[in-house]
């Protein structure tokens, strides 16, 4: 027997269908008890399995398919939201694939990039390697101080402790920005790897760029051609 859930949506179904069809068309299927049975609209007695709708002359104009309960209605709903996220997903993937692979079109020009990006972080720490040597210079001052307080350090003066205390902080400051740098060139470096492997993939698929190419090909004419059938 139907459902009371399944009969509501059927009969709401067969309302739908009715209107204009029914003049038109002609509908049979074969009911829970192995009976065929015709109509000139939608079969109440087969929402619950598929029904072919017939034109005037009996050929098959469509099939329709069995009315679903809230429940399988809820499921398909889940369903449908998955394929859609997959769906979204996968043009993204795509999106940032075509994008990565505009971006670099050679094995050249990537390496160019990571070589530009390490050279920058190697810049700061230089700068910050020079400021820590001035502040080794700046301690020895501090220190020729104390020496008059030797003896005696709790008479040197509240100015040279704080300087002292001030050049402590800073050297450490320093070292820490450099630890952090050193670890920023690690990332760079990961990054750049882990593009390394996407992007071979994407050069053969586009027609093989050549992972050696010579420098000064980023030019339009250096440009991958893809193909109609290529996929990311």
Same mark, same amino acid.
Not at 187 to 208: P, Q, S, T
């Given at each position: 027997m139907l459902s009371q859930t399944t009969l509501t949506i059927g009969l709401v179904w067969? /309302?739908? *269908?009715?209107? %204009?069809? /029914? !003049? &038109?068309?002609?509908?049979?299927? #074969?009911?829970?008890?192995? =009976?065929?049975?015709? &109509? %000139? =609209?939608?079969?109440?007695e087969c929402l619950d399995r598929t029904q072919q709708e017939l034109t005037r002359s009996g050929t098959v104009k469509r099939q329709l398919g069995p009315s679903l309960t809230a429940?399988? @209605?809820a499921a398909q709903e889940v369903k449908d939201k998955q394929a859609a996220d997959m769906? /979204? =997903?996968?043009?993204?993937?795509k999106r940032r694939d075509l994008a990565l692979l505009l971006r670099y079109p050679n094995r050249t020009v990537h390496n160019q990039e990571r070589a530009t990006a390490l050279a920058q972080i190697d810049e700061v720490i230089k700068a910050a390697s020079k400021r820590t040597v001035e502040l080794a210079e700046q301690r020895k001052a501090v220190n020729s101080e104390f020496e008059f307080y030797v003896k005696d350090p709790g008479k040197a003066p509240p100015s040279l402790k704080r300087r002292l205390e001030e050049n402590d902080s800073s050297v @450490? #400051?320093?070292?820490?920005f450099i630890l952090d740098q050193e670890s920023e060139k690690k990332? #760079?470096?990961? =990054?750049? %790897?882990? +593009?390394?492997?996407? *992007?071979? +993939?994407?050069? !053969?698929?586009?027609?093989?760029a050549p992972a050696n190419a010579a420098a000064g090909t980023t030019g339009a004419a250096s440009r991958p051609r893809l193909a109609p059938k290529t996929k990311f």
């Open positions: 067969v /309302a739908c *269908l009715c209107g %204009d069809a /029914a !003049a &038109q068309s002609i509908y049979t299927c #074969v009911d829970g008890k192995g =009976r065929t049975i015709t &109509q %000139d =609209r939608p079969i109440a429940q399988e @209605l769906h /979204a =997903r996968e043009a993204e993937e @450490l #400051v320093q070292k820490r990332r #760079v470096n990961m =990054r750049f %790897d882990e +593009e390394l492997v996407k *992007l071979k +993939e994407l050069w !053969a698929l586009a027609g093989g």
